[in-house]
């Protein structure tokens, strides 16, 4: 881990704590007293922090490894050097993650910018607008009228609420975000610079040009939903645009008007999404992914990055390409060309 400016433990754990934590097996039961007090990359380590190493193939280095502690599966044990207490897991990653959030819980949860607590006097809230006990609302802010905001929420300096939205409890709207037309769950973390219900991209020919649609539709985000850092959602046209349940958008996503996300999905940084798209639940989309409108993408499919999807595609399938197209498929036509391309290669130099 980098020199900690930022953030700093909140605690620190022993070797034992952390099994108990995360169900993994303390194989080195003699360092159960050996404190951990901050995470760190397995190139790194250092006398106080715990790494972890999901394989053998990412661990080749492990004998000039310094740690306190090390989360690795079995295959993996036999290689750490004495001194480490071993921490067996299936998963070494997300028993890692776990233990993260506990001694930093900053990078789970962000704070406000100006660390004031309450309705800051330098914001402005309507007089109509609900602001609940325990939230906060920082300088700068906008509080539009009729909205409202739960308990536990965080409004950034300069973040804009507008009239009538909903925002649910324990949740967190970055600096400069804007949320318009919009109703949140709870726990719902909108990162910095975000958009939200602004007009989506409707229009008919008319004989002057391009005539505006109305969009009178909301944008509706449900719990533990994540969206990076300027990112946009458009507002439906006459439906709403919902994201489910637990879904996480990274940076700089274009989600267009109608869409429905499904629960518990996964959308890279750069994708675009296009009007009334559908994403059944826990579907994957790889980082510049590209989405044609109307097309449905069933629940638990995985769609490769820089992929262009122009048709709907079947549950629990693996997509890649440029149209896309399943996997196997795509790598099939690949093979061929770099053939065709060598065949001819050597035809030249025969030739030659």
Known sequence: MTEPVFFKASRRMTAAEIA???????LTPQHAKVIVGRIAALSEGGA??????ADRRRSTDLHRLSAAAILCTDEVAGAVPPGIAVLSSKSPQRAFAQVGRLLFPETAMPKGMTGESGVSPHAWVHPSATVEAGATVEAGAVIGSGAAIGSGTVISASATIGPNCQIGRDGYIGP??????????????????????????????????PEKMPQVGRVVVQ???????????????????????????????QIGHNCRIGRGCIIAGQ????????????VMLGGGVGIADHVTIGARSQI????????DVPEGSRWAGY????????????AVLRGLAKARTRRGNADE
Not at 20 to 26: C, E, P, Q, S, Y
Not at 325 to 332: E, G, L, T, W
């Open 304 to 311: 490769a990055g820089g992929s262009g999807v122009i048709g």
């Open 176 to 209: 400069n975000a804007t949320i318009q037309h919009a109703l949140l769950g709870n726990r719902v973390i909108v990162h910095a610079g975000v958009r939200l219900g602004q007009d989506g991209f409707g229009y008919v020919s008319g004989p002057a040009g």
């Open 48 to 53: 106080d922090a715990l790494v972890f190493a």
């Open 271 to 282: 994708c675009g999404i296009s009007g009334s798209v559908t994403l059944g639940d826990f």
């Open 223 to 253: 719990d533990d939903v994540e969206i990076g850092a300027n990112s946009t959602i458009d507002r439906g046209a006459l439906e709403d645009s919902v994201i489910g349940d637990g879904t996480k958008i990274d940076n700089l996503v």
């Open 20 to 26: 108990g934590v995360t169900g993994a097996v303390l």
């Open 323 to 334: 149209p896309a197209q399943p996997v196997k498929a795509h790598f099939r036509e690949i």
